[in-house]
């Protein structure tokens, strides 16, 4: 079993920086596969950011150039820099651990940018 909490959202201006943390209740080494993802108000959940256990990283165009997906294995945690939010990045962010083909879900935390 997998356990994923997120934190580091809030309120930001558009342009400004938030960072997320995602934190493993285990060994984030066993976790095949990381990843960020968003869902905005009235829309599907759309992927993000991937950290592969090889260490390939992948982002969604919108957040090529902004975001940066890194993981500090002795913590446990994932965490997402975004810098320069814009409008668009409004919305809850989850992340998901994929360990053994399993997908495990945190709660999400929500992220408001504002002009």
């Known amino acids: 079993q997998v356990q994923l909490v997120e934190s580091g959202g809030g309120w930001v201006q558009a342009g400004g920086s938030l960072r997320l943390s995602c934190a493993a209740s285990?060994?984030?080494?066993?976790?095949?596969?990381l990843d960020w993802y968003r869902q905005a108000p009235g829309k599907q959940r759309e992927l993000v950011a991937t950290f592969s256990a090889t260490g390939t990283i992948t982002y969604a165009d919108s957040a090529k150039g902004r975001f940066t997906i890194f993981r500090d294995n002795a913590r446990n945690t994932m965490y997402l820099q975004m810098n320069n939010l814009k409008l668009e990045d409004t919305g809850v962010y989850y992340c998901?651990?994929?360990?053994?083909?399993?997908?495990?879900w945190g709660q999400g935390t929500q992220v408001a940018v504002s002009s």
């Open positions: 285990g060994s984030i080494f066993s976790i095949n596969l």
């Open positions: 998901r651990g994929v360990r053994e083909g399993v997908g495990y």
